[in-house]
């Protein structure tokens, strides 16, 4: 098989002008109250560092693990939580992070998860939001940038364990010789 080739999506420019719009909405919703931001691992994790330094609200942090993709460029479908959260979210306002919301189906099992631990609020923040392949129904009230189709890689977005590493957004394109 020979090396994939990376089509860019969106620059390094792109990419932090998009995060500060999102932190500025934010910080303007949420309000002085702030909250707590979970970070869903692993791909959020550049992303959501990048983020919480444009809050200007009193903001906690925490992490929560989940795993679908694998190797694969297609979702399994079973997700497992392989970390819990630990901080009290009862009656907070919480704000979830992810890298990208797909078919939706980390984001749907991760809002009914939190969602049972009785939040004031609950809101989905995602960077990419790639509507195509949605078949669960969740509503990402902070998009930072719509895309159609390709598997995603860099700004923490993986293939294959590799790529999280890269500062812009690029598609993976498969060339077959
Ligand atoms: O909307 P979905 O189709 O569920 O896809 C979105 C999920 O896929 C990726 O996680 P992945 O399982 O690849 O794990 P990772 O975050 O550790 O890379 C990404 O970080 C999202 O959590
Ligand atoms: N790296 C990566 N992970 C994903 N998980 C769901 N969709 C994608 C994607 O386009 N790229």
Known sequence: MSMPELVPVLSAQQVEEIVVALGQRISSDFGEKGGVAVCVLKGAFVFFADLIRTLTIPV??????????????????????????ESDITGRQVLVVEDIVDTGATARFLLDYLGGFEPARINLCAFLD???????AVRVDYSGHVVRDGFLVGYGLDWNGCYRNLKGIHRLEQNNP
Not at 130 to 136: A, C, L, M, T, V
């Open 60 to 85: 906690e942090v925490d992490f929560v693990g989940v795993a679908s993709y694998g190797a694969q460029t297609e979702s399994s479908g079973n997700i497992e939580l392989t970390k819990p959260i």
């Open 130 to 136: 790639k509507r195509e392949r949605r078949n669960h």
